[in-house]
């Protein structure tokens, strides 16, 4: 049976890269040749050792490096029925900081209280706001495109004007779901 590598990473400098150590052992949890081993987040050094990234880490790049969440007050967006007070769902978010000093995220959201199971004839495009998106949680401000709506991407152009696109269909036969329940 071959001697693989141990290699234990522990980063020693915040924003810096992470300094790894390696052992012997008769299992590997990863040895570099390329970049591409690093997953393009670190290089690899000549000890066979990715070096990550300051928002990377892991033994071969693939974690983000992130902040610990404050439980007591969650981050991003967190859509709530003001109806009945229940979770709604929500999909990836793209955000974008306005000229009016706010963050804008636009997310894909599913109406009717249900989960994600019905994102293909539920889904519909939000608009929600943050002053700063480090310290205040996203707060939703209107609904952007209908059901069905998903995957918004908003950008600024070139010419400075914003731009939001979206998948707008809804396949025929597929009526909106309220409650589990099918609604015209």
């Not at 400098?13 to 970049?35: D, F, G, Y």
């Not at 974690?63 to 859509?79: A, D, F, I, T, V």
């Not at 009717?112 to 707060?139: K, Q, Y």
Request: aromatic share 8%; charged share 15%; with cysteine.
């Amino acid at each position: 049976m071959p001697t693989w590598l141990l290699v234990q990473c522990i980063q020693t400098v915040p924003q810096s890269l992470h300094q790894c150590s390696v052992h012997h052992s008769h299992w590997t949890l990863h040895m570099c040749h390329t970049a591409a081993h690093c997953n393009y987040n670190g290089v690899c050094s000549k000890h066979g050792v990715c070096r990550c990234r300051p928002q990377w880490r892991g033994v071969s790049c693939d974690q983000l490096n992130l902040l610990p969440m404050r439980k007591s007050r969650p981050l991003g967006y967190r859509g709530v029925n003001s109806s009945t007070g229940d979770s709604i769902t929500s999909w990836g978010g793209s955000v974008v900081h306005g000229d009016d000093g706010l963050w804008h995220m636009f997310a894909a959201e599913i109406a009717g209280s249900c989960g994600m199971n019905v994102w293909l004839s539920n889904s519909r495009v939000i608009h929600a706001t943050s002053p700063d998106p480090t310290v205040e949680p996203f707060e939703r401000r209107s609904v952007v495109a209908p059901v069905f709506a998903h995957e918004p991407i908003a950008a600024r152009a070139p010419t400075g004007e914003y731009v939001l696109w979206y998948t707008a269909v809804l396949p025929p036969g597929k009526l909106p779901v309220n409650g589990g329940r099918f609604f015209a």
